[in-house]
T-cell receptor
Framework: DVKVTQSSRYLVKRTGEKVFLECVQD?????MFWYRQDPGLGLRLIYF???????EKGDIPEGYSVSREKKERFSLILESASTNQTSMYLC???????????FGPGTRLTVT | AQSVAQPEDQVNVAEGNPLTVKCTYS??????LFWYVQYPNRGLQFLLK??????LVKGSYGFEAEFNKSQTSFHLKKPSALVSDSALYFC??????????????FGTGTRLTVIP
């Protein structure tokens, strides 16, 4: 069974803290994605990666960075968390030429 | 650029009645279309997809979707709704930003409530 896991289901951080969200997939997928989900806005793509050490900006990359040192792991970094980054963060993965994505359970981040 | 629209934020239907969740799309080229479902506090789960072939696509949990090229629509349907179908539904279209990537562009979601 395919599996995408995220390091935390719930996270509470203070403004200005550095935050790491980890995502691991066990399907040997080339592509990995980070989204944030907000009510009324749907899913918005933050960053994606289609290979190790490769990264591409999505629609809303400001305030975020990513790291992909290994094929199975894709990390989202908030360098200095702000309250407007309070959201649900979803990680996904897919095969190189297949657009169907598999999602993790999500991390609900609250920045106070 | 590719886009999808889900015109209804909320759909209510009585248990046992047929349900429809609407989606329209705008693409250049052939559309690859998807439906995902999200249950409370969970990630998205794949329901079905249209790439080519029959316009009526069957998916998980008794759902189906009809691809209509002339109306640029891909509505999700189920003949008889269950209370357990209550969830958030997302339509998505393939986006090809270049570099060999295959991304998905998601709609804003429709919350389906099935009333017992």
């Amino acid at each position: 069974d395919v599996k995408v896991t995220q390091s935390s289901r719930y996270l509470v951080k203070r403004t200005g803290e550095k935050v790491f969200l980890e995502c691991v997939q066990d399907m040997d997928h080339e592509n990995m994605f980070w989204y944030r989900q907000d009510p009324g806005l749907g899913l918005r793509l933050i960053y994606f990666s289609y290979d190790v050490k490769m990264k591409e900006k999505g629609d809303i990359p400001e305030g975020y960075s990513v790291s992909r040192e290994k094929k199975e792991r894709f990390s989202l970094i908030l360098e200095s968390a702000s309250t407007n980054q309070t959201s649900m963060y979803l990680c996904a993965s897919s095969k190189r030429i297949d657009p169907e994505q598999y999602f993790g359970p999500g991390t609900r981040l609250t920045v106070t | 650029a590719q886009s999808v629209a889900q015109p209804e934020d909320q759909v209510n239907v009585a248990e046992g009645n047929p349900l429809t969740v609407k989606c329209t799309y705008s693409v250049s080229g052939n559309p690859y279309l998807f439906w995902y479902v999200q249950y409370p506090n969970r990630g998205l789960q794949f329901l079905l997809k249209y790439i080519t072939g029959d316009n009526l696509v069957k998916g998980s949990y008794g759902f189906e979707a009809e691809f209509n090229k002339s109306q640029t629509s891909f509505h999700l349907k189920k003949p008889s709704a269950l209370v357990s179908d209550s969830a958030l539904y997302f339509c998505a279209v393939r986006d090809v930003p270049g570099g060999g990537a295959n991304n998905l562009f998601f709609g804003t979601g429709t919350r389906l409530t099935v009333i017992p």
